[in-house]
């Protein structure tokens, strides 16, 4: 199983990077876990200059911008490799 997580405020970006994770979670019919990460110091512990920022499996693969379905895809699927 995958865990996902997306830090930041909850702002609109925020949310909007979560809609592109949970859909390409579901697309691929994938067991992962979503965990929002809001609190600041817990942000600050991935190392990230900006929100949002989407990690796979205590892995930092995107902060400062929205990723597209496609990028995510293929995050989630070399996490799958990894795993």
Known sequence: MLTIKVLGSGCANCKRVE?????????????AEVIKVTEYPDIMKYNIMSTPGLVVNEKVVSSGRIPTPAEVTTWLTDALEKA
Do not use: F, G
Request: proline share 0%; net charge negative; charged share 40%.
């Open 19 to 31: 809609q592109i994770a949970r859909k390409v979670i579901e697309e691929m019919a994938l067991e």
